[in-house]
């Protein structure tokens, strides 16, 4: 069974950076995509950005291009999220997601994702 862990959010200031952290667990993730997606109480959840295991290739969310970059540690099984120059409308609860074999145009769209974690709160105040 896939399970997936985040940790890593927390509270910091305006310009301030956090890096997020998605243990994996339970299957051969060579093939999986692993995503990262947030919600804003009230809002929907949104792509923030996603790695293909395999060839490591990444996608990114316009609002976050440029600030965070998303990375894999095989070793570890670990997928990480770092946060830079982070900005009030970055609060919400992220979650990483994973899922074997989705394709392009469906990385940014978190209904194709079979398994999520329980997401970890990243608040950002001026």
């Known amino acids: 069974q896939v399970q997936l862990v985040e940790s890593g959010g927390g509270s910091v200031h305006v310009g301030g950076s956090l890096r997020l952290s998605c243990a994996t667990s339970g299957g051969t993730f060579r093939q999986y995509t692993i995503g990262w997606f947030r919600q804003a109480p009230g809002k929907e959840r949104t792509f923030v950005a996603a790695?293909?295991?395999?060839?490591?290739?990444?996608y990114y969310a316009d609002s976050v291009k440029g600030r965070f970059t998303v990375s894999r540690d095989g070793a570890e099984n670990t997928v990480y999220l770092q946060m830079d120059d982070l900005k009030p409308d970055d609060t919400a609860a992220y979650y990483c997601?994973?899922?074997?074999?989705?394709?392009?145009?469906?990385?940014?769209?978190?209904?194709?994702?079979?398994?999520w974690g329980q997401g970890t709160q990243v608040t950002v105040s001026s």
């Open positions: 790695i293909r295991w395999n060839s490591r290739h990444t």
């Open positions: 997601a994973a899922d074997r074999g989705i394709i392009l145009s469906s990385i940014r769209f978190p209904q194709h994702y079979d398994y």
